[in-house]
């Protein structure tokens, strides 16, 4: 599975109550919107827009700094609340909300320098490009990265003057409230950003509500495919970042030890729990039972632990039907012919937990080898040199992340910026998001781009516009 925006919720009349996935106790529960309070929240924020998108950029930027100085303030207790809802360890808990904070630091200092007025010559007069904020932009969000996705979208449409509304995951309802809280004590006006607790069966009618300019989901393909049907119905741009199978490409002259560790890194990224994780690990064959050697003991420095401890490296699924589906998957597998070599058994201990895995001898028919595997089991598959393993490499439905680890550098940078199919392609590290940089993928894993300066453009009227003194007269070009 991927980090989706889910496609069933429960119904309407039912609270959304969370679990925590350490041990399946039952947590708080939250009533959530119907799609009239989502329709009152999207002519609430147009409204609302309608003044913001006049303040300055200097305004916005120090609200949004402000939303930094919150998250700063509260990591810990932010952290924690990702822990209870989805799992994740509070190390990493913490690392996400300086993210996050760094993220609105970041748009609040360089969105003006993006959005300026660019000047054109088009033969006379005065031409230049202006971009102007488009209205309420809808959000669809996942669960594995609870405040960073939301913040990834958030920051740069407000400073570019928009509005937003949140639809988050049915399971992290608390991390979407405190979300708004957080906007609304930084100076975001109340109806400029809403979170709603809405049911994913009213998604499409809200998209198709006037008083929303556009929508941006973070998910799975079909969920994806579900909202740009619904967007492209009614001519409304949209922004989708969906699933991945990102493949690193392990040449003959790279370091193994130094390999495995950054293959192992990338595989574990939120306990394997993301759609830029290493997933697929293309070996020459040259070096193959060295890198499986030591890919396996750089998992195995992956142990389960309670996410609340801050030296636990691998906290549990999100969810023990998540979990269920990783097994299948490494059975189904196994049962196809891929070869076990750590990990692979579910614990006898309640709640969502599953093990550092590795498989080796990874073909095509095996689910680690066709589909998006979303835990920490790492697929092993074999090639004959460099061209086969990236015709392997870009045998996929996803095009999201990818990787070379080589100790040619030049080699590297080559075959990352000419021939692998992704949207980023990282070399001898793995592969993340930046606010500075642009993020996003190619094939089933969407179009658009967020962050730097290509994301904050994503939601903007890109305008032209000529001007000329009376004197000068019309001009007959036609188009």
């Given at each position: 599975m991927v980090e989706q925006a889910e496609l069933t919720h429960p119904p309407s009349n039912e609270r959304l109550r969370t679990t925590n996935p350490a041990t399946g106790e039952p947590g708080r529960a939250y009533d959530p919107h119907t799609i009239d309070d989502?329709?009152?929240?999207?002519?609430?924020?147009?409204?609302?827009?309608?003044?913001?998108?006049?303040?300055?950029?200097?305004?916005?930027?120090?609200?949004?700094?402000?939303?930094?100085?919150?998250?700063?303030?509260?990591?810990?207790?932010?952290?924690?609340?990702?822990?209870?809802?989805m799992g994740k360890t509070i190390a990493d808990g913490r690392a996400e909300v300086e993210k996050c904070a760094f993220h609105c630091d970041w748009?609040?200092?360089?969105?003006?320098?993006?959005?300026?007025?660019e000047p054109i010559d088009i033969g006379g007069g005065e031409a230049f490009v202006t971009f102007n904020p488009i209205g309420v932009v809808l959000a669809v969000m996942p669960w594995n990265f609870p405040f960073w996705q939301v913040f990834r979208f958030v920051a740069p449409a407000l400073m570019a003057g928009n509005g937003a509304l949140l639809k988050h995951a049915s399971n992290v309802p608390g991390?979407?409230?405190?979300?708004?809280?957080?906007?609304?004590?930084a100076g975001v006006p109340s109806d400029l950003f809403r979170t709603l607790l809405l049911p994913s069966r009213n998604v499409e009618a809200l998209i198709k509500d006037e008083n929303v300019a556009a929508v941006t989901l973070t998910g799975s393909v079909a969920a994806g495919k579900s909202v740009a049907t619904a967007a492209g119905s009614m001519l409304k741009k949209c922004v989708l970042e969906l699933g991945g199978s990102d493949a690193y490409v392990v040449l003959e002259d790279a370091d193994i030890e130094a390999a495995a560790k950054v293959a192992a890194t990338a595989r574990m990224v939120n306990g394997g729990q993301s759609c830029?994780?290493?997933?697929?690990?293309?070996?020459?064959?040259?070096?193959?039972?060295?890198?499986?050697?030591?890919?396996v003991e750089a998992m195995a420095g992956y142990e389960m632990g309670d996410p609340l401890d801050p030296a636990t490296k691998l906290g549990?699924?999100?969810?023990?039907?998540?979990?269920?589906?990783?097994?299948?998957?490494?059975?189904?597998?196994?049962?196809?012919?891929?070869?076990?070599?750590?990990?692979?058994?579910?614990?006898?201990?309640?709640?969502?937990?599953?093990?550092?895995?590795?498989?080796?001898?990874?073909?095509?028919?095996?689910?680690?080898?066709?589909e998006e595997v979303f835990g920490p089991v790492a697929a092993i598959i074999a090639a004959n040199d460099e061209a086969d393993a990236i015709r392997i490499a870009n045998d996929s439905e996803f095009g999201l992340g990818s990787g070379v680890l080589t100790g040619d550098l030049d080699r590297g940078r080559r075959i990352a910026a000419e021939q692998l199919e992704a949207g980023m392609s990282f070399v001898n590290e793995n592969v993340r998001s930046d606010p500075r940089a642009p993020f996003g993928g190619v094939k089933h894993s969407g179009y658009g781009r967020e962050c730097g300066s290509f994301g904050i453009r994503e939601f903007v009227n890109i305008k032209t516009v000529h001007v000329k003194p009376q004197s000068e007269g019309g001009n007959s070009r036609t188009e």
């Open positions: 989502a329709r009152s929240s999207a002519a609430a924020a147009r409204n609302a827009f309608l003044d913001w998108r006049g303040t300055s950029f200097a305004d916005r930027a120090a609200v949004i700094r402000k939303a930094a100085e919150i998250l700063r303030s509260r990591q810990d207790e932010f952290a924690r609340l990702m822990t209870e809802e748009f609040a200092g360089h969105a003006q320098q993006y959005l300026a007025n991390c979407a409230l405190a979300i708004e809280q957080i906007l609304h004590e830029i994780a290493g997933k697929r690990f293309i070996v020459v064959h040259s070096i193959l039972e060295q890198f499986e050697a030591a890919m549990p699924m999100q969810s023990v039907k998540a979990r269920d589906e990783i097994h299948q998957q490494v059975e189904s597998s196994i049962r196809n012919g891929a070869r076990l070599l750590l990990g692979g058994k579910v614990p006898d201990r309640s709640g969502a937990w599953y093990p550092a895995t590795v498989l080796s001898d990874v073909q095509p028919g095996q689910p680690a080898h066709d």
